[in-house]
């Protein structure tokens, strides 16, 4: 079981640019969470998805950001004109359902640059 | 509000010594506590849950409502104890079980 896969590790876009970042939950798992972490701060909620339905998006920014779950393939969170307060690590989690109560399982996060 | 504090940026000891990593929260409700640890170049991942009580690598926390606080101990410190230390909480049921973080507590066990 290969855990939960984000990809890329580093990512570097120019101002501007769009940010793609992939998440492929464990296996077994239909529910994706997204996390935000900003330098010096703790890691913070951005969104939660089960296949095809955004179940509680209230920690996305309102402009610019964006996430989907499609029925088949990974968990893709979306940045478009991306600027450099968009830089941060930003971190896919997955649960079979059961939730935070029972340990979400984290991937090792992609790191997103703005120059 | 729904916050959880951890005070310490930076928590130094020497090998041996005991540990207590500070944690306060503040919920309208029942919360669910945890503990994770992030070791160096690796994920993120689940130390101990306070609805389990139990002790993983000779670490505990205990919740106590009356103050809000879910300190993480250890009698004696050992140098791969060394990591980041992110105290959490999510409320009771719910539909998203999200987590709520602290900002972290690096814990330096020198030799």
């Known amino acids: 079981n290969a855990g939960v896969m984000q990809n890329p590790r580093h990512l570097v876009r120019r101002r501007g640019q769009e940010a793609r970042l992939r998440c492929s939950p464990m296996?077994?798992?239909?529910?994706v969470y997204w996390y935000r972490q900003l330098p010096e701060e703790g890691l913070k909620f951005m969104v939660y998805l089960q296949k095809e339905n955004i179940i509680d998006e209230s920690g996305m920014p309102k402009e610019r950001f964006s996430a989907e779950f499609p029925k088949e393939g990974p968990s893709i969170l979306r940045i478009q004109q991306v600027v450099r307060g968009d830089s941060a690590a930003y971190f896919c989690?997955?649960?079979?359902?059961?939730?935070?109560?029972?340990?979400?399982?984290f991937g090792s996060g992609t790191r997103l640059t703005v120059v | 509000a729904q916050r959880v504090t951890q005070p310490e940026k930076l928590l130094s000891v020497f090998k041996g010594a005991p540990v207590e990593l500070k944690c306060n929260y503040s919920?309208?409700?029942?919360?669910?506590l945890f503990w994770y640890v992030q070791y160096s170049r690796q994920r993120l991942q689940l130390l101990l849950r306070?609805?389990s009580r139990e002790s993983i690598k000779g670490f505990t926390a205990d919740l106590n409502k009356g103050e809000t606080s879910f300190h993480l101990k250890k009698p004696f410190a050992q140098e791969e104890d060394s990591a980041m230390y992110y105290c959490?909480?999510?409320?009771?049921?719910?539909?998203?079980?999200?987590?709520?973080f602290g900002t972290g507590t690096l814990l330096a066990v020198q030799p």
């Open positions: 296996k077994g798992h239909s529910h």
């Open positions: 959490a909480l999510t409320g009771h049921g719910g539909a998203t079980n999200k987590l709520i």
């Open positions: 306070h609805i």
């Open positions: 989690a997955s649960s079979n359902g059961q939730g935070a109560n029972w340990g979400y399982t």
């Open positions: 919920y309208s409700g029942s919360p669910e």
